[in-house]
């Protein structure tokens, strides 16, 4: 089966994603609507689960790690509030589904990953899925990306506490979004660099794996 085929299949159940989960919850930017509906969630879990990828929770990639819920994804991503000149720097690529969706909202994303299988498999993922805006590392992203700086975003999808390295790393008038907190009690905060100091906002309690220092290579 071709690449449209596999795209078509899934047509209807990311069409009920968007209608009766995320519309339903508020979700209303139509950039990431559209976004949403676009990338192929089902390319991005292994074989088994494809049946449950639009399903609005999140699943297991392996290495320990999950795929963020529909809901939480179009959440972070309209939060960052994109127009499309941006570049993004993701902390977490995990398998590469939310790096997919937010190079559909940016000018380039700039992705690290720890975990050197899980590198690999998103890279394999966002190739499959044809997303070519996206730079990818293997690497501790605690130190964030530093050649590549300063960035318009920063988007961390693990939980913790923010590193002064990542606000460096903004751009004035850039944001951080993160679910900081600690033993799986999240909530996301949005941090905007300003040239007086930075200006937090609070959002949605949630629940993300933990974020980790250093580089995994097996």
């Not at 071709?2 to 950039?31: K, T, V």
């Not at 290495?63 to 993701?90: C, D, K, N, W, Y």
């Not at 606000?167 to 850039?174: A, K, T």
């Not at 220092?213 to 097996?218: A, T």
């Amino acid at each position: 089966m071709n690449q449209n085929r596999r795209l078509l299949s899934f047509e209807r159940p990311r069409r009920r994603m968007i209608e009766e989960q995320l519309i339903p919850a508020g979700i209303s930017d139509a950039r990431v609507l559209q976004a949403m509906n676009t990338v192929p969630r089902h390319l991005f879990v292994d074989n088994a689960l494809r049946n449950h990828a639009y399903q609005d929770s999140s699943l297991p990639i392996g290495e320990g790690q999950t795929i963020s819920q529909p809901f939480m994804v179009a959440r972070m991503s309209e939060l960052l509030a994109l127009e499309g000149h941006e570049r993004v720097l993701e902390i977490g690529t995990g398998c590469g589904y939310q790096t997919a969706v937010l190079s559909c909202l940016c000018r380039r994303v700039y992705s690290i990953e720890r975990v050197a299988a899980l590198h690999d498999k998103a890279r394999k993922n966002l190739r499959q899925a044809h997303h070519a805006n996206v730079m990818l590392k293997c690497g501790d992203g605690l130190l964030g990306w530093e050649e590549y700086a300063p960035f318009d975003a920063i988007m961390v999808t693990a939980g913790g506490f923010a590193s002064d390295v990542w606000i460096n790393q903004l751009c004035e008038g850039g944001v951080l979004l993160m679910p900081e907190g600690e033993k799986g009690s999240h909530r996301l905060v949005r941090r905007r660099k300003l040239a007086g100091g930075i200006e937090e906002a609070y959002f949605d309690a949630c629940t993300f794996v933990p974020l980790l220092k250093g580089e995994l290579r097996r």
